[in-house]
């Protein structure tokens, strides 16, 4: 296979092993079978959780290895993104296959500090999956960064979706046998694809054009997905119904292949025809008057499309310089922010619901349709802002400044708790804290560099469970409590349980929004030298 056709190989097993790496977003599948099978109560039940949202979001470890084995001129057997998905596959082994053993009775019932560790252990490799997946992917797309950067996590953000209608169709109401295929499938399937997911510095020819393309099968599988949970909720699927319909979301997720055979098919295809090349052609066909200018144009040539695709995009740092920069602890203090309060609603999105008066019924489809508005604003936070900072030199925080503004917005409706203002409300926060996992990385290549952009991402993310810790236990769970305190229950019922909440939540969001507006204007420069430089390159 030709380097043009392997780049777009590693886009293709990318996608793949990231639609079944997103197994924490299905930890409502089988909490309750962990529950009772190991007889916990619902507050050791949400430690086992927060330790899930640790591994899923803390990944400093996958992005130090990724640097390890990716350094520049290395020269060994034990290099490249494949050592960062064998780290991955173990480890979700490893996790889910001792909490099956768990449920099931193979074992003797571990004690919580072991079953933490196992739900660390099968989260954390999430974190080594999207790594080397995204990373390799911002080093074979510099110039469609944030394109590539949605397409691969937003992938990531539908994983839970596509995982679930496989639990439906094929093992519902067996938890336990969902656990193994947890075990098993992300594991065989990173193993099997992982060689294909390399660096490749081969130009292709409309790149822009393929991107749209995986954009494009993205967001059907997002519509065809969200069109299934609202059909499951409005009629009961009959087991061949189900069945077909996810042989449809099969052939969905196989459709990449084809912009891969026709990347193959036009790489094959020879540009220019042998009477307008005579110097690749036949060189001693050249008089010698004529080598010298041909020889000159071909390096210019060869010139600018190597400074197209090493592009600077800003100063390379190393984790420890990166963290004695402002730009730094501004990205990060304004993720706390963004992804925390995102991540504080979603996983209280049920009791919010139930103390709002919705049914069990539409508490479940607000859970189920959160992976639709996170996809979508995984995705289309990348798309959209690669179009005007390659357009119209725009700089890439204004969006994250915009988002965490519209996330003010949904936090304040739904505190306000009027009719229909949860449906509203989790659209808007959904759709903002996806677009979080989609600028943050970029932002992270464009100001800090690509040779340790696994480890500097990977450190900010660990602002997501942090922000979350505060204001979902010490905010939201204390207030509840509080609440319903007061009525002598442990369940609180009305518009005052979350209200306050929600307000301190938009007060969190609107602060994030001051913090990215003061690193948009602190970025200007890096972004205007970005705009340079891509003018030049399209000049010549």
């Known amino acids: ?128 999956f999207n ?32 995982l679930i209608q496989f639990y439906q169709t094929l093992f519902k109401g067996e938890p336990s046998t969902f656990l193994l295929m947890l075990a098993l499938l992300p594991t065989l399937l990173s193993l099997v694809l992982m060689c294909f997911v390399r660096v490749h510095h081969a130009q292709s020819k409309d790149e822009k054009g393929y991107l749209n393309g995986f954009s494009l099968i993205s967001l059907i599988v997002a519509a065809y997905i969200m069109f299934l949970i609202i059909v499951d ?8 119904m189900r069945s077909l319909t996810l042989a449809v979301l099969f052939i969905i997720l196989s459709s990449p292949l084809y912009f891969l055979f026709k990347a193959h098919k036009d790489a094959s295809v020879p540009t220019l025809s042998s009477s307008t090349t005579p110097l690749l052609n036949d060189p001693e066909s050249i008089e010698p008057a004529e080598k010298p200018a041909e020889i000159q144009n071909t390096r210019v040539q060869l010139t600018v499309t190597t400074s197209k695709d090493s592009l600077n995009f800003g100063e390379e740092l190393n984790p420890i310089q990166a963290m004695r920069t402002l730009n730094f602890w501004l990205l990060f203090i304004a993720m706390m922010c963004g992804m925390g309060s995102g991540l504080a609603t ?43 900072v390659h357009g119209k030199g725009w700089a890439r925080p204004l969006f994250m400044t915009l988002t965490l503004a519209t996330m003010t917005a949904g936090h304040l409706i739904i505190g306000s708790g009027f009719p229909g203002n949860l449906y509203i409300g989790s659209v808007l926060v959904g759709i903002c804290y996806g677009s979080q996992w989609s600028l943050m990385p970029t932002i992270t290549f464009e100001i800090f560099g690509i040779q340790h952009m696994g480890t500097i991402f990977n450190t900010i993310a660990i602002a997501s469970p942090l922000g979350s810790y505060v204001l979902s236990v010490r905010i939201i769970g204390y207030i509840y409590d509080r609440e319903g305190s007061r009525t002598g229950q442990h369940m609180c019922s009305g518009t005052h349980c979350i209200m306050l909440s929600f307000f301190i939540l938009a007060c969190v969001s609107f602060f994030g929004f001051l913090v990215a507006s003061c690193l948009l204007i602190k970025t200007r420069g890096i972004y205007a030298r970005i705009a340079h430089g891509r003018r030049v390159v399209c000049e010549n």
């Open 233 to 240: 909720i409005m009629l009961t699927l009959s087991q061949w």
């Open 131 to 162: 790594t080397a997946n995204v990373v390799t992917a911002v080093q074979n797309f510099p110039n469609y960064s944030g394109t590539i950067v949605g397409i691969m996590k937003g992938f990531l953000g539908i994983s839970g979706a596509v």
């Open 1 to 128: 296979m030709d380097a043009v056709s392997s780049k777009w190989a590693a886009v293709v097993a990318s996608i793949w092993i990231q639609c079944s790496c997103g197994a924490s977003y299905a930890f409502g599948i089988y909490s309750p079978l962990l529950k009772s099978s190991q007889g916990y109560d619902q507050s050791t039940l949400d430690t086992i959780s927060v330790f899930k949202d640790i591994g899923a979001n803390v990944g400093v470890l996958s992005g130090i290895l990724y640097s390890a084995v990716n350094r520049p001129g290395q020269r060994s057997h034990f290099r490249g993104p494949w050592m960062v998905h064998a780290a991955g596959a173990i480890q979700c082994f490893a996790g889910y296959f001792f909490i099956w053993l768990a449920v099931t009775g193979a074992i003797p019932r571990p004690q919580v500090p072991f079953m933490c560790l196992f739900m660390f252990l099968a989260a954390h490799a999430q974190t080594f």
């Open 346 to 388: 979603i996983n209280n999105m049920s009791q919010i619901g139930e103390s709002l008066g919705y049914t069990e019924g539409e508490r479940s489809a607000l859970v189920s349709l959160w992976s639709i508005w996170n996809f979508l604003g995984r995705f289309g936070a990348g798309y959209v802002s690669d179009i005007f």
